[in-house]
């Protein structure tokens, strides 16, 4: 069935209908910037602009960049700290509220790299911060924080996520560098089968993945940036009878 899958992000805010049995949109998405504040009430205005941009009445998944536990805000690193406490399911009029990099990781094990994959998986999403989903025989275990891991003595996105390389203005070349220390320590901690590159980043592997040597493989997630999106409308599809 279709559902809209709308995925907030740090810097923008994504949106666009999904059939979520073929995990793909069915229009084409709207992106708007991530208002700044990013306080809940402009955040919900625009995530209401989007609904009704699609004229959309149906079920509702909506991805949100920090730990999420039955709709209700816990962390919120980089978007507005009012946030946390907040029940998004019913500030969003009873949409389906889960941690973004969850929904992007089981989009990815769904309809993409991770498909009919045994053992623990790990997908890591680059945007604003680092996202982390982590999935061991199929299952996800929920709002695990690993961007959060200490890479000398700093929060390992505050090093390592697409922000700084902008923000740094660093080549692919010295990013990369940050990126495969970081890679390396969860590495030693999990001992994944794969590891899962998403967010915008996933769209230029090319520039960044041929530096970064690791035991474990390491992959573009197939869905892109697109897997927020196709997620949170999966997660939020009624289960079929
Ligand atoms: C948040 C995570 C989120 C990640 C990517 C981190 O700062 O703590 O919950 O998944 O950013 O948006």
């Not at 059939?19 to 990013?38: N, Q």
């Not at 406490?85 to 929904?103: E, K, M, P, R």
């Not at 790990?122 to 200490?150: C, K, M, P, W, Y």
Request: glycine share 14%.
């Amino acid at each position: 069935m279709d559902v809209l899958g709308i995925d907030i992000g740090g810097s923008g805010i994504k949106g666009a209908p999904v059939d979520t049995g073929a995990g793909k949109l069915t229009e084409e998405r709207l992106r708007i910037p991530t208002p700044r504040p990013s306080k809940p009430g402009e955040v919900a205005d625009v995530v209401a602009s989007i609904v009704k941009h699609f004229g959309w009445s149906g079920p509702v998944g909506i991805t949100f960049p920090g730990v999420v536990v039955d709709g209700v805000v816990l962390t919120a690193a980089n978007v507005d700290h009012s946030w946390e406490g907040v029940d998004a399911a019913v500030l969003f009029g009873g949409a389906t509220v889960l941690n973004d990099a969850d929904a992007a990781g089981m989009a990815e094990m769904t309809f993409g790299q991770g498909r009919g994959r045994q053992g623990t998986v790990l997908v890591l999403t680059f945007g604003t911060g680092i996202g982390s989903a982590l999935f061991t025989d199929g299952r996800l275990v929920r709002n695990t924080e690993f961007g959060h891991l200490q890479v000398r003595g700093k929060d390992a996105e505050h090093r390592a996520s697409a922000k700084v390389r902008e923000d740094l203005d660093l080549s692919w070349k010295a990013w990369a560098g940050r990126v495969e220390e970081y890679l390396r320590y969860v590495e030693m901690l999990f001992t994944p089968s794969l590891i899962v590159i998403g967010g915008g980043v996933s769209k230029k592997a090319g520039k960044f993945l041929p530096h970064i040597t690791l035991d474990t493989p390491v992959v573009p997630a197939d869905l892109r940036n697109e897997a927020g999106i196709i997620g949170a409308a999966c997660a939020a599809a009624p289960l079929r009878s």
